[in-house]
């Protein structure tokens, strides 16, 4: 499936299913069939409920679908946050959320870690305002990520605070304990290997109960796309406009393929990829892993300093049919990216890697 294999962060590589999953939803009329009728709602089903099974979401949380992840953040700020959210920042995708708030009219905190670094959870003090605690798991910007286990104890700290994490770029690789999450979010462009344009985003009940109070304070927490109007048309398995019915209906067949392969299966193989990139990295006489911790390497998007050489090697990989992201932002020429997703083979990595 097409000419070049596409190693960038998103966009990414199309999980090989795609094209026999689009056929099968053109030949099935999928894309003319109302979003009210009764073959809809067993799509939402099958896509949320393969979900569930893949991430293992708890029956308690709600499985809401959104146009992307960026909405997503929009949605839980005004959705959650009365006044002050509280945000921890590792690259560029932690600053647009807290710049959303911002915008919104709410009073948004942070940490912000320098380029490449992580945030260290055990020492963080969060202001007794905050009202959720907003978090980049895996910032695709400069390839950090927080480890779960951090997360997990700085949430039994703050039992009260309701915690949002990002996992665009981690899902579905990262495993989730969701009886301490209140809200997770992603889009399937990236580690799902699908078009974009479908964002999916995972509740607790406090944080829906959070929203309706926030509603009885007299605040806005939007219109048709509130978390309140999501979780009750989502009730009956729908949403409050016409949805992206293409990709809930290839989500529901990705993931039918991810459940096929095996979570575990799925993770391992990420390990495995993610070893042999930071190696090269390591090992390479002019290159290094951008992010200097190990403990806060990204397993699914990999930032290598490549010390300027961003342009002459992305020029050199292209023409061997590799598609290799540049650096972010400032740090263009300083640096590659590599995603290491689901559609990404073993063997494209090594064939790739003696590439270079
Ligand atoms: C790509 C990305 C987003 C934005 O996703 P959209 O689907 O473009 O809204 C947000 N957060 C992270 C970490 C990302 O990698």
Known sequence: ?????????????????????????????????????????????????????????????????????????????QGVVANTSFHIITGSFGKTWFNIAKNLGKTPLKIEAEAGDGVDLSKLKIPKEAEVICITQNDTSFGVAIPMEDIYKLRDRYPKKLVAIDIVSSAPFLGIDFSKIDIAFFSVQKGFGMPAGLGVLIISPQALKKAQKITKKGISIGSFHSLTALSE??????????????????????????????????????????????????????????????????????????????????????????????????????????????????????????SF
């Open 1 to 77: 499936m097409g000419k070049n294999i596409y190693f960038t962060v998103g966009p990414s590589q199309l999980y090989p299913t795609v094209r026999k999953h689009i056929l099968e939803a053109l030949d099935n009329d999928i894309l003319s069939i109302s979003h009210r009728s009764l073959k809809f709602k067993e799509i939402f089903k099958t896509a949320q409920g393969n979900l569930r099974k893949l991430l293992n979401i708890p029956d308690s949380h709600q499985v809401l679908f959104l146009s992307s992840a960026l909405e997503a953040m929009e949605r839980v700020t």
């Open 233 to 354: 048309k989502a009730k009956q398995y729908q949403t409050p406009e016409t949805p992206n019915v293409l990709n809930i209906f290839l989500l529901s067949k990705i993931t039918e393929d991810f459940l096929k392969l095996g979570i575990k299966r799925l993770r391992k193989e990420t390990e495995e990829k993610a070893e042999l990139i930071y190696n090269f990295a390591k090992t390479h006489p002019n290159f290094n892993p951008f992010v200097k911790e190990k403990k806060y390497y990204s397993k699914t998007t990999i930032v290598i300093d490549v010390k300027g050489q961003s342009k002459m090697i992305l020029e050199k990989l292209k023409q061997k049919g590799f598609i290799v992201g540049s650096g972010y932002g400032s740090l263009k020429e300083d640096h590659i990216r590599i995603a290491n997703f689901p559609s990404h083979k073993l063997a494209d990595i090594k064939t790739l890697l003696s």
